[in-house]
């Protein structure tokens, strides 16, 4: 296949977008991420590549699945293989773009949410406005949350995640290529594509997909 696929955007019956993450065992940050992202999406529009469950991680993907969430069941013989999982959410991607005009790939620790002052009332009205201009792909403007510890209460999933934090450190490792209307190939690590690296040699230099400072990615992994 070839660096990237342009599809025909007037193709009836295509859906408008979906998201894609993949978990291994993550009883915390997995029901973040689906709250997150079902503000914005139908649940059948969210795929979750499952990886290795326990019979108790297996018990919570079942409710999610009964609400329509799709689980994608994968198997390798190592814990974490970089270049297994790659190919993996490539082959996805690769698959689900040919059914949605857009497609977006994050790590389960990885939110993405439109800029406090952007032009955009949230996600959704973002993503739509991507499709419509017609562009590629996009990387975010990556930033951690970190906790404050002896001040940060626990997180309270009912509350939104960006309300009960105040300590952000932008980070260009999050900055990645995450939304795009055409067939990419991911690097392991997913920080860039193939066609990008050829141009840098460099993971985290953009060169043919740009940040867009509309588009946050909040790495929530130490909250």
Not at 8 to 22: H, L, P
Not at 108 to 125: G, I, M, R
Request: aromatic share 12%; proline share 5%.
């Amino acid at each position: 296949m070839s660096h990237h696929q342009k599809l025909d955007r007037s193709t009836v019956g295509m859906r408008n977008a979906a998201a894609i993450t993949m978990v291994n065992n993550e009883t915390h940050f997995l029901p973040i991420w689906i709250k997150h992202y079902l503000k914005y999406f139908e649940p059948q529009d969210l795929y979750v590549i499952n990886h290795n469950p326990d019979k108790e991680f297996s018990e919570y993907l079942q409710t999610q699945k009964n609400i329509g969430i799709n689980i994608i069941n994968a198997y390798n013989d190592k814990l974490w293989n970089e270049i297994w999982r790659r190919d993996v959410v490539n082959n996805l991607q690769h698959y689900l773009i040919t059914s949605y005009k857009s497609v977006i790939y994050n790590d389960v620790d990885e939110l993405l949410e439109v800029h406090p002052d952007s032009k955009y009332k949230d996600l959704k009205e973002y993503i739509l406005n991507f499709i419509e201009s017609g562009k590629k792909c996009v990387r975010a403007q990556g930033y951690n949350i970190v906790s404050n510890p002896g001040i940060d209460k626990p997180i309270d999933l009912s509350i939104p995640i960006m309300q009960q934090r105040n300590r952000w450190k932008p980070d260009i490792g999050y900055c990645k290529p995450y939304l795009a209307s055409i067939a990419l190939n991911y690097i392991p690590g997913f920080h860039t594509t193939e066609c990008e690296y050829d141009k840098t040699l460099n993971i985290f230099q953009p060169a043919e997909f740009l940040i867009d400072q509309d588009l946050l990615a909040i790495h929530i992994h130490y909250i």
